[in-house]
């Protein structure tokens, strides 16, 4: 029998390099996949607000875990090479990363789009997930 | 003429015909005759079946085909629509209530709303493309706003107290975030949809748009009540839905002109008003209210036609918004 498809809130701090663009709004770890929401502004130094995308190789790294956790679906922004042009400055979007499940507990992971990245890379670490399986989602 | 009240006349016509104390039998050529005869439209004979059959389903009317007589009759003896339960004058009352409510309806509310609302009309409202009922009254029915395909859901969580996992984006701060909210009411004013909530963040009640608001989810967790005290500050002692800092229910007092005053007697801002005219024809109109964001923003849209008296906060709010 199938295990029932359980998605848990995860309290969380992010580290490191994390840029203020785009933010970390909520992850989701469930037994299927692991959820990244995140709220992206268009920077004003583009005249149109610029473009955002993310590498299909993009994955997550749990701290003390060799495995690469894979991207599996993006949503509200392309896969590359596609983009999302923005249309102004004041354009935002919010946008949800799925990756392969990660162990649903306490741990610290990193998403790493590209190994040597750029500042338009979204490369984010250490971001410490807390309190997991506290709080459960219903109709997700 | 709507569709509707021919439909009901016919029936008045048909009624007439098979209720007669000397039975005639009219077959369908008669109905049709005497339709266009009082009504000065020759309806079709599938018009007239139809409105046999809906005469049986709706009044459960005892109309009868005799072979004999090759005509209908009513097989009950003194048997008439208008001695149903239900009297054409209720029909008629129901489907213009039904109407009522489409208009209403549209995009203003929920879509099980509207699905109930179609099974309604779809049996008791005939509708042609053809012959269309022209509507006599016509409300506003704007386009449905963006984040309204969750009215459900936070109708749901406020009915069945479910905590909401939602992200916000904040026009004014321009900023994304994740909140935890144990909603209690979903209020719409200005053609804006809200819901107010306990949001766990804030560790107080906020009000959020539903145009800001994406990706929402229940969470298993424990409902967080708000007292009633506050729910019914929102829902009877605010013009709008977002409380000023600090605000308390207070009287508000505002002077108006002559033209502002004739306005405010036609269009009362609120159940609490009270307005105290001069011989001039300005006047003083005191509410009894919790200041708002709307209530200021009203009254800056309207300045000049009205000057804030009090109290100092809401003419101190009203410099600042007046300043920027």
Known sequence: ?140 | MGLISNRFERYRVIDELLSKSIKEYPNMDKIIAACQLKLKVKPAKETIQKDLARMKEEFRAPIYFNRFHDGYEYTVSGYSIDSSSLSLFDYQAIDEALQLLRSLGGTRVSEKFNHALDKLTSTKIESSPDRGVRPVLQTMNPPSPKGFENFDLFYNACKNMIPVSILHFSFSKRTHSHFLVHPFLVKEFDNHWYVIGYSESNRSVRTFGLDSISEPYFIKKRYIYTHDEIINQYLNDMYGVIPLPEAQLQEIEISVKEEGTLYFQSYKLHNTQEIYKHGSGKSTIRFNLIPTVELARYFNFHSRQIVVKKPASLVKYMKNIQNE
């Open chain 1, 1 to 140: 029998m199938n295990k029932p498809k359980r998605s848990y809130l995860a309290e969380f701090t992010a580290h490191g390099n994390q840029s203020a663009n785009p933010t970390i709004l909520r992850i989701i770890l469930s037994t299927e996949y692991t959820r990244i929401d995140f709220g992206y502004l268009a920077p004003w130094i583009y005249i149109k607000g610029g473009w955002i995308k993310i590498a299909r190789y993009t994955y997550l790294k749990v701290r003390g875990n060799k495995k690469k956790f894979a991207l599996i679906d993006a949503k509200g922004i392309p896969i590359a090479p596609d983009k999302l042009h923005f249309e102004s400055k004041i354009d935002r979007q919010v946008f949800s990363l799925f990756f392969q499940p990660i162990p649903i507990r306490d741990c610290v992971i990193d998403m790493i789009e590209e190994e040597n990245p750029t500042e338009n890379d979204f490369n984010i670490d250490s971001i410490a997930i807390n309190n997991v399986g506290e709080v459960e989602i219903i109709n997700l």
